[in-house]
């Protein structure tokens, strides 16, 4: 039994690192979501910056025949085939004043400012002292217009030009710019430095921005994201504290009674024996819990494979009672089934399936009180076919819309050796999602807790 020790204690090691790595993997897989997150709105950002931005460069266009049509203050002659009527011009204020109550109207909430020679502002719509000088460069997805950003008043906006013949500005400008409203430009804005808190832990961060165009629609599916990714979070967090909790006993048990064994501390037999047991107990547990982890994330990364065919949902019934029964008799239960003959296949995997309902069975079997009974039943409804297992939940009964939650137990007083870990449930309700199906639970009368299964009919 000693030489038999080294290999239990590194056992142990090896169980205690493959936790640490999948601690690690969860914190890894939680830091890509949250990463991928971030960066999937700053791209968001930039595409819908860039939709804003050409709706700026095509207006433009037509804020400049608005503006050139202001320019005259009366046409002489009549225009001929040699060439258009004269324009006699107006003076700059009048000029001013025909852009004010003519053109800026039009525009609604955007802003018509005019440049001189040196990009400077001679004329500003909404701000009359504005001279402030505007740097513009020229579009590269739109011909013969420029573009800019400017700040006014701590406010960055997105802004299109275009160029005027200088014989026919009273004012002498060269440039003319519209401004896009604040109203698209600022909830970008806030999108973008929401996406920047999310993206430095600031989990909480919502916009709040509504409304039923585009920029709406945008602000509710960030607030959606980020709601998604605080949950991812905080399970990471919530996970990692369970996964600690429950190797915490058997670790120690595994520690303590290895070293026990190895210190000569244990004389007789007899204590040697029940510490070698003890040992053997706990290290199955622990790969247990090891294999369902597993089990669970290569369920939810999408990696199992499943080779769906016509399963006689009937027959493995069945097959599932008879496995179980000796289990619910040492517990003092009976068992209980109506399946009715002709049931119709089901399509799924057979092996997933038997996985499925064998947990469904013996979490019926663990908690159920002494004494009563565990009932399955089956019955087709319409394209698919309903199973339900069904037990009494004794004094403690579960949540229901907490009991598929990993590590949940409804008797939390209920050691891990006894009542299992509480990833059983979890990994069934995904492998059931992956067969096209639904797994669900509900507590009949609040003393009576019903599994129920659906998977689609084969063919």
Known sequence: MGRRLPARAGGERELSLRFRLLAAAAGIVATSLLLSGALTWFLVRNVELQAAQDSVDRNVQVSAMLVRHQECLMRTGVATN????????????????????????????????????????????????????????????????????????????????MAIAPARDPLGALILVLIVSRSVTKPLTQLAGAAEDIAGGNYSRRVGIRGPDEIGHLGVAFDRMAEAVERARSTQREFLANVSHELKTPLTSLIGFSQALTDGSLKTDDEKTRAATIVHEESERVLRMSQELLDLARVEAGTVSFHTTAVDLAAQLRQELDIVRP??????????????????????????????????????????????????????????????????????RPDPERIFERFYRADASRSAAAGGVGLGLAISRELVAAMKGTLRAELDGGSTLLMRLTLPKSG
Not at 364 to 385: D, F, H, L, Q
Not at 387 to 395: I, L, P, Q, R, S
């Open 82 to 161: 040699a060439g258009p009527a004269a324009c006699r011009l107006t003076d700059g204020n009048d000029f001013s004043g025909r852009l004010d109550s003519s053109v800026a109207p039009a525009l609604g909430s955007s802003r018509l400012l005019l440049l001189g020679r040196q990009r400077q502002v001679l004329y500003d719509s909404q701000d009359p002292a504005n001279a402030e000088i505007i740097d513009i460069t020229a579009s590269k997805r739109v011909a013969n217009v420029q573009e800019a950003q400017p700040v006014f008043g701590g406010e960055r906006y997105l802004a299109a030009a």
């Open 327 to 396: 289990r619910a008799a040492a517990a003092g239960l009976s068992l209980e089934a109506d399946i009715p003959a002709g049931l119709p296949p089901v399509a799924a995997d057979p092996e997933r399936l038997h996985q499925v309902l064998d947990n469904l069975l013996d979490n019926a079997v663990k908690y159920a009180p002494r004494g009563s009974s565990v009932r399955i039943s089956a019955s087709s409804n319409g394209a698919a076919v309903d199973t339900v297992v069904a037990n009494a939940t004794g004094d403690h």
